[in-house]
């Protein structure tokens, strides 16, 4: 999940919004890292997700 994290931030900070979506490769990269994040996620222990939540 970090690295996703830390990929999805590098990309934004070097681009703006009207690049980003005109460059359907870089979007594609962002859904694809939420996803994993999102999976990522819910594998997450009860007693982690409770703890910082």
Not at 16 to 28: A, I, Q
């Amino acid at each position: 999940m970090y690295n996703e994290i830390l990929f999805l931030n590098d990309k934004l900070s070097k681009t703006d919004e009207n690049s980003f979506h005109n460059n359907n490769v870089l979007k594609r990269a962002f859904v694809r890292s939420i996803e994993i994040i999102g999976e990522a996620s819910n594998k997450l222990s009860d007693s982690f997700k409770k703890k910082h939540n």
